[in-house]
């Protein structure tokens, strides 16, 4: 019998449920953590896991037996929750039909490729469209902040106490603007570097500009 390793990977799943892969990961955490507390072993639903992205740098991923697809569907509803039953149903079935026939070593690894080139293909879908995780939105708010204070010169300025809640609006919206998302906690992967640069780089529009060197300019009285 040709052993074939019967579980998809939560990358796979992501994209079945049409969810993005960080959100996934965090649902299936709490459900690990609530199987944890019920004393109910893990390894038949869930098995964490990782895998390398495009830059070769290690992403947490999990391994989900057919036990742990029924738990993900059983936790949506309508026609997400229909389609995903039928699709890793389907998946589960082509795994079997492979195990139940004879093959020789060169189709074996040939099936083993075509199953590698589709993970691939699923991989780098994936990270095309994988959102950034919250320790970089942090890194990405720092960044805006300290824009910000250099902009109106420190934060104790007239213009950061006056001014910086209307720059950073403005901020934030010439980013989703340029970006074209709807927050910039939902900046791509592999646009992260470059929304960094950006927000290091980022100038208010010239209204602004003035407002601060004359929010600035004025003598603080209050003594």
């Known amino acids: 019998m040709n052993q074939i390793e019967q579980t998809l990977t939560s990358m796979e799943v992501a994209e079945m449920v049409g969810k993005d892969h960080n959100k996934l990961l965090r649902d299936i955490r709490v459900y690990v953590a609530q199987l944890s507390e019920s004393k109910i072993g893990l390894?038949?639903?869930?098995?964490?896991?990782?895998?390398?992205?495009?830059k070769g740098e290690e992403?947490?991923?999990?391994?989900?037996?057919k036990k742990g697809c029924e738990f993900v569907s059983h936790k949506l509803t309508g026609v997400k929750?229909?389609?995903?039953?039928?699709?890793?149903?389907?998946?589960?079935?082509e795994m079997e039909e492979v195990i139940a026939t004879p093959l020789s070593e060169i189709?074996?690894?040939?099936?083993?490729?075509?199953?590698?080139n589709k993970q691939d293909g699923r991989i780098s879908k994936l990270e095309n469209n994988m959102t950034i995780d919250h320790g970089q939105a942090q890194d990405l708010r720092k960044a805006g902040a300290k824009r910000v204070i250099q902009l109106c010169g420190s934060k104790a300025s007239n213009a950061y106490k006056d001014l910086s809640k209307k720059i950073f609006s403005e901020l934030w919206n010439d980013f989703k603007d340029y970006f074209h998302i709807n927050a910039y906690s939902n900046t791509l992967v592999q646009k992260f570097e470059e929304a960094v640069k950006y927000v290091e780089q980022w100038t208010?529009?010239?209204?602004?500009v003035l407002e601060i060197r004359n929010s600035n300019s004025q003598i603080n009285l209050d003594y």
Request: aromatic letters at 14%; a negative charge; hydrophobic letters at 30%.
């Open 204 to 208: 208010p529009s010239n209204n602004t």
């Open 59 to 65: 992403r947490p991923c999990f391994s989900i037996t």
């Open 43 to 54: 390894v038949e639903f869930f098995n964490e896991s990782t895998y390398k992205d495009a």
């Open 107 to 116: 189709q074996i690894l040939q099936h083993s490729l075509e199953i590698l």
């Open 81 to 93: 929750g229909t389609e995903f039953t039928a699709k890793y149903i389907n998946r589960f079935h």
